[in-house]
């Protein structure tokens, strides 16, 4: 039988920097998740904003939703040295930026070059 410790280490013999979390974090997690579509389920069931006003609400609260999965559920700033998924996952978000812009823009204003 290994010990505690033993598991805890990486093939390499090096220790491993990942936390032990327990269920605590998960279920957190998924009760803070399971809110946001509750609230999002009874604003639009009970109609109680206006159609522009409830789509907002809706991606806000599917934004909020997307930080928690990150920190909650992938670990995102759970790694000892350099954050490079971290640096990623924005570098992906700048590019999901530009694209819905520039697809808003062309639709926008490129009837507008012929």
């Known amino acids: ?13 090096e220790p491993s920097h990942h936390r032990q979390h327990g269920i605590t974090l ?12 509750l609230i999002a389920l009874w604003a639009v069931m009970n109609r109680v904003l206006g ?11 599917g934004a909020i939703q997307i930080f928690i999965q990150l920190f909650f559920f992938m670990h995102v700033t759970e790694s000892k040295g350099p954050n490079w998924h971290a640096w990623m996952l924005a570098l992906g978000l700048v590019f999901v930026i530009a694209i819905v812009a ?4 062309i639709m926008a204003f490129g009837a ?3």
């Open 1 to 13: 039988m290994s010990t505690h410790q033993e598991r805890l280490q990486q093939p390499s013999g």
């Open 26 to 37: 998960p279920v957190i997690g998924f009760v803070l998740s399971i809110i946001l579509t």
């Open 51 to 61: 159609a522009g006003s409830l789509i907002a609400l809706i991606l806000i609260l």
């Open 102 to 105: 520039g697809s808003i823009w």
């Open 112 to 114: 507008l070059s012929y």
